[in-house]
């Protein structure tokens, strides 16, 4: 008996595997969204209000020919869906400015956990929310009379480019909270960027109807990028050998760039943090 006491108290502990810590922290994240729903909902009455409002009192807009045949309300549903992506990744790091004053935060850096799952299990709960508001955007724009010839193609590549800006702009936010541990700091930024990211960009007018030069930046905005990938698959054109199936290609791939050094940059400010903490 004793000798198997001793075995066992001499037998290395063994540390929960990379995924076990992201789904933990992932788990824990989505407790919190549970608690408090009122949040990602109320986060849906905006794009409610662009789609059946605005999408209305502009609908004359669609006998310009630059919105094709399907009227200017398919046109800015699928901007309206990349703005509510970009609002609500703007926010995502008010959980770690929460997690720093509360002091969870220090306790999750003395634990035995990667620093990568800490940020990943925070994400993956970001996107999980954000592909459910996404779905539920282009479920209010069929509802408000638009229509998607993409069929379910185009609409799952809709969320895959709304995912991605998603993750671009979750771990932008979550950088910024985690180098400012600020939440006025945080706010400031997301809407000095939030607000002219979506004028400067083909969310709610073609690009040839734009000024020249707000066509220039345009074309360097994420947004404009995850815009136009998704609005060639919800319009079918991504699949129609049109060509703008390379442009939704050109797009996706810099939307996973963007992502994957904003990941980075995330996971370099949590460290930093640490370091001087």
Do not use: H, K
């Amino acid at each position: 008996m004793s000798a198997t006491i001793a075995s066992s108290a001499s037998a290395p502990v063994r540390d929960a595997g990379w995924f076990t810590q992201t789904g933990q922290v992932f788990r824990r994240w989505m407790v919190g969204t549970a608690r408090q729903a009122w949040g990602p909902v109320m986060s849906l009455i905006q794009p409610i209000i662009w789609i059946l409002l605005f999408g209305q009192v502009f609908a004359s807009l669609g006998a310009f020919p630059a919105f094709g045949d399907a009227g200017y309300l398919a046109y800015l549903v699928p901007g309206v869906l990349m703005m509510t992506v970009l609002y609500s990744g703007a926010w995502a790091g008010t959980g770690y400015i929460d997690d720093i004053r509360s002091g969870v935060m220090d306790q999750l850096l003395t634990a035995p956990i990667s620093r990568t799952a800490i940020i990943t299990g925070q994400l993956l709960q970001q996107l999980v929310i954000n592909l459910a508001q996404s779905a539920i955007v282009l479920g209010i724009g069929w509802l408000g009379g638009a229509r998607y010839p993409g069929g379910l193609p185009g609409i799952l590549l809709a969320l895959a480019a709304a995912t991605l800006l998603a993750a671009a702009f979750c771990s932008m936010s979550s950088a910024v909270a985690l180098s400012t541990r600020n939440q006025v700091a945080l706010i400031g930024l997301s809407q000095t960027v939030v607000l002219p990211a979506t004028f400067l960009s083909t969310t709610m007018m073609p690009a040839d109807l734009l000024p020249d030069w707000i066509a220039a930046v345009a074309a360097w905005n994420p947004l404009t990028w995850a815009v136009e990938a998704g609005r060639a698959g919800l319009d079918g054109t991504a699949f129609d050998g049109s060509g703008d199936g390379l442009l939704v290609a050109g797009r996706m791939l810099l939307l996973a760039l963007l992502a994957a050094a904003s990941f980075v940059w995330a996971v370099s400010s949590l460290r930093s943090y640490q370091r001087s903490a």
